[in-house]
């Protein structure tokens, strides 16, 4: 099993400089990660930051699992998905040339207020198909995910199916066993619809919360979560990790952290020690 860390959660701590990149990387690798997966938008965001922190993570060995490439391949008009395009064809360039990546993920797609979430995921798969064809012969896979952001419109394993159907084969699936939760999901029931797209894995935990008027982590159900630690909530941790060993997963599984603990270093040790541990016991 090959360990990465989404980068994300660390964001605003190695911005502000509370965070040194040799510090978190070192640490890391005590922990078993030999890999990270950045997202584009800081990478824009924070050139020279991002520069040094590639550096430190290079000369220490690790590599890129997958690059985050926040994008809205459905938009409101054709100039947004045209701009949306052309910034998925830019971060595969990036992850081909610039990281060494065999993996991105397109993540940020929602409904369009003009369409139906059904026209508007066919209209994401045909954005997908287009940019499988503009980056053809990059050796890099494009994928989508489960984006709980958004509960109602490709968070749900059968809503992600209609989307990757209309995109093609090429298009691959990031499973984020998290995410299945906000659109009344369950990860280990739904893991034998998506089994044969997965190219990528991400790994996080939410537990239930008292129910409040606040909308985010909030299903279509009223089921309303909050993150926790992984492996102390409801996102089937352990059968996750169970189901995409026994069938031979060998991608990268990538922690995601966030709410588990104030200090999110402590909190990605923490969740590379549990999926070492059940893994090897699955």
């Not at 911005?15 to 890391?28: N, Y």
């Not at 896979?141 to 419109?153: L, N, Q």
């Not at 599984?253 to 909190?267: L, M």
Request: aromatic fraction near 8%; proline fraction near 4%.
């Amino acid at each position: 099993m090959k360990m990465s860390v989404m980068l994300f959660p660390f964001h605003r701590l190695l911005t502000e400089g509370k965070l040194a990149p040799a510090d978190f990387v070192r640490t890391m690798k005590a922990a078993g990660v030999t890999a990270i997966e950045p997202m584009l938008s800081w990478i824009d965001a924070e050139p020279q930051k991002w520069e040094a922190f590639r550096k430190t993570a290079v000369d220490a060995g690790m590599v890129f699992s997958c690059l985050d490439i926040g994008v809205n391949l459905v938009g409101e008009s054709e100039a947004d998905r045209n701009q949306a395009l052309d910034t998925a064809v830019r971060g595969v360039e990036l992850a081909r040339g610039g990281l060494g990546c065999p993996i991105v993920l397109l993540a940020g797609s929602k409904a369009a207020s003009s369409l139906t979430e059904g026209e508007s995921r066919r209209k994401y798969g045909r954005g997908l198909a287009k940019a499988v064809v503009r980056t053809k012969g990059s050796g890099v896979t494009i994928t989508i995910e489960d984006f709980g952001v958004y509960p109602t419109f490709a968070a749900g394993a059968k809503h992600c199916l209609e989307v990757l159907e209309v995109a093609g084969r090429a298009v691959r699936f990031t499973f984020d066993n998290g995410n299945f939760l906000l659109a009344d999901d369950r990860p280990s029931e739904v893991y034998g619809l998506l089994k044969s797209r997965i190219a990528h894995v991400h790994i996080k935990d939410f537990a239930l919360r008292s129910r409040d008027d606040q909308k985010s982590l909030t299903s279509p159900g009223g089921k309303q979560y909050k993150g926790c630690l992984v492996g102390a909530g409801a996102a089937e941790v352990p059968e996750t990790l169970g189901l995409l060993k026994k069938g031979g997963y060998k991608g990268w599984v990538s922690i995601e952290v966030g709410g588990g603990d104030p200090d999110p270093v402590r909190e990605a040790v923490h969740a590379a020690k549990f999926i070492t541990e059940t893994w090897a016991k699955a």
